[in-house]
């Protein structure tokens, strides 16, 4: 049965998202303050999620702590104004406006699964709950008040960890699928236990103080229940301190920073109350120890369980708080941007692995490839409506051909031109240096499609083809003057993109080698995963077929070809 009401909630979650609707917006406004503009920036947007929730959506705590991460996720800062007062501090306002589909897809979906099995865990909790009560009421009435106290406080930690989840939530529509009891219906009833658990446990505190017990017993008695007093004060801020560490994205910086000091400064006093305990139990005879069954011995083991279990506790939401603060810390957070921003697409550095794959006769084969780096700049600049200008280029380093390394190659591209319907531009490109061989220079011809939504959702170009040619270089051979290139891009996505390189090119050989003509082809894919965006991921296939040159033609009887698939990295800015 619950199965079947999660699976009708999720449904009705997807009807919201699927299928268009007429809705409005929600809108609500907050203040904060801070000792930084970023800190009352921060603290005016929760200001403003907390009236959203319990103003305008009359939702509990527990919608509030599911809600606030979506919020700063998919709502709009429609306003966010600041001002810094005359004692130096800023003070800020900030307008959040949210979809009414989002608040109502999160109510009837994440919120109706979460509280549902909240719910149910509350009905598989009571059971056990009324047998270690009804456990107590047994072993009170045999006079056996060790065991009472024990059951009690048992079924008193039970219920405690219950309420610390089930007392935030005000919902009075979900119910539970087992017994089919709403919030409020579950919340009376484990008051009504604990207060039994309560009331059960001064009743056996005051019989045993009836009995006549030695008066070191008695001392020992008294310092347990100053421990426990104690206890109740860090337990109360323990309980304050977890509903932050549940949710910490709902809270300021500044908040849980100092939500870290007092949780330190409970650790610190839960260390204190550790060592009173062992100063008192120190005490105690070794019969009483050795006696089980005792009321000082599982009086003693009874504290002893609540102070480890609250000292565990609260290295948890230590640990949860701290690791917000270190999520959010400047160092981090700039790591993050680093891996994982959404790139402009303006720059990007890319290299290629120097190892890559080809078939062999016994399967594929690894082989070395020279490395390649690669810097480019593209960018557009509109002028008028739908048309403007544009330009491109860059910097390349490394071997020319697929199997040559010549790391010390350097050559560079660039391009200008402009767009409207279609790009149509010229370029020019040029060596810095080339090992052993004359600079080369190559014009340019470019023309492509911008796409329909250019300069709006993208700074690139749907489609770039670069036709360039050669200038002859050292050699009059006739196969010099088609010194010719195609290079295609396509990018339909910021997601993916294909590249494809065609070229016909004759280079000088050495003082003992002949001028040869090489044939290349290439064709590339690239992909972004939808995590570590600014890295685009290159696979392609490179081959060439290589000729010496003979005064009529190409030597074919002597060509070489050589090709294999080949991985790169390119990072986007």
């Known amino acids: 049965m619950k199965n079947i009401y999660i699976a009708i909630s999720i449904l009705l979650c997807g009807a ?84 009414e589909g989002l608040a109502e897809a999160l109510y009837v979906g994440r919120y109706a699964t979460t509280l549902t099995n909240l719910l149910d865990q509350t009905e598989e909790e009571i059971p056990a709950i009324e047998a270690l009560l009804q456990n107590a009421g047994r072993a009170e009435n045999e006079g056996n008040l060790g065991s009472a106290e024990t059951y009690y406080s048992q ?98 910086k500044e908040q849980l920073e100092t939500a870290a000091v007092q949780c330190r400064q409970q650790q610190e006093a839960a260390v204190v109350q550790r060592k009173q305990f062992l100063r008192a139990t120190e005490g105690l005879e070794k019969s009483q120890t050795r006696d089980s069954e005792s009321y000082l011995a599982k009086r003693a083991s009874l504290l002893d369980l609540r102070i480890q279990g609250l000292e565990k506790q609260l290295n948890s939401i230590h640990g949860q708080i701290s690791g917000e603060l270190l999520w959010r810390s400047k160092t981090v957070s700039a790591l993050c941007w680093v891996v994982n921003h959404e790139p402009a697409h303006f720059i990007s550095m890319g290299f290629r692995f120097p ?27 509109p002028l008028s409506a739908g048309g403007g200008l544009w330009g491109r280029t860059q910097v390349l380093s490394g071997s020319e051909s697929l199997f040559e390394a010549d790391p010390l190659n350097i050559r560079q591209q660039m391009a200008l031109g402009f767009f409207r319907r279609s790009v149509l531009g010229l370029g020019i490109r040029w060596d810095w240096n080339r090992k052993e061989q004359k600079p080369i220079t190559a014009i340019e011809a470019v023309w492509g499609l911008p796409g329909n939504i250019q300069g709006q959702q993208k700074n690139y170009f749907l489609w770039v083809n670069t036709l ?4 002859p270089g050292e050699t009059q051979h006739m196969l010099a003057y088609v010194n010719g290139g195609l290079q295609s891009i396509l990018r339909p996505s910021r997601s993916i993109g294909f590249e494809l390189d065609l070229s016909s090119r004759v280079r000088a050989g050495s003082a003992q080698q002949s001028s040869f003509w090489i044939g290349s082809a290439a064709f590339n894919c690239l992909f972004r995963l939808p995590f570590l965006r600014p890295f685009a991921w290159n696979v392609g296939w490179e081959g060439l077929i290589r000729s010496p040159l003979t005064d009529m033609g190409v030597k074919f009887e002597e060509t070489s070809v050589l090709h294999a698939f080949t991985f790169g990295c390119t990072y986007l800015f």
């Open 16 to 99: 919201y998202s699927l299928f268009p609707q007429s809705q409005g917006t929600y809108t609500a406004s907050g203040q904060g303050k801070g000792n930084s503009k970023e800190a009352a920036v921060e603290a005016a947007q929760l200001d403003a999620i907390n009236k959203m929730v319990f103003t305008v959506l009359h939702r509990d705590v527990l919608y509030r702590d599911l809600f606030a991460p979506e919020a700063l996720r998919n709502g709009r800062i429609v306003t966010q104004e600041t001002r810094k007062t005359p004692l130096g501090s800023w003070e800020a306002t900030a307008v959040l406006e949210i979809d």
């Open 155 to 252: 079924a008193q930690t039970k219920l405690e960890a219950v309420l610390r989840y089930l007392d935030p939530v005000d919902d009075a529509f979900y119910f539970s699928s087992r017994g089919k009891r709403k919030a409020a219906e579950l919340k009376l009833l484990t008051h009504s236990l604990k207060d039994t658990s309560v009331k059960g446990i001064e009743r056996v505190r005051t019989a045993q103080r009836q009995l006549t017990i030695a008066q070191s017993t008695g001392q020992i008695l008294a310092l347990f229940d100053q421990i426990e007093q104690a206890l109740l004060g860090i337990e109360t801020n323990r309980d304050s301190l977890a509903r932050i560490a549940a949710s910490p994205q709902g809270y300021t």
């Open 355 to 381: 190892m890559g794959i080809k078939p062999g006769d016994r399967g594929p084969e690894t082989v070395s490839v020279p490395l390649r780096l690669a810097l480019t700049a593209e960018g557009s600049l």
């Open 468 to 471: 360039s040619w050669e200038f």
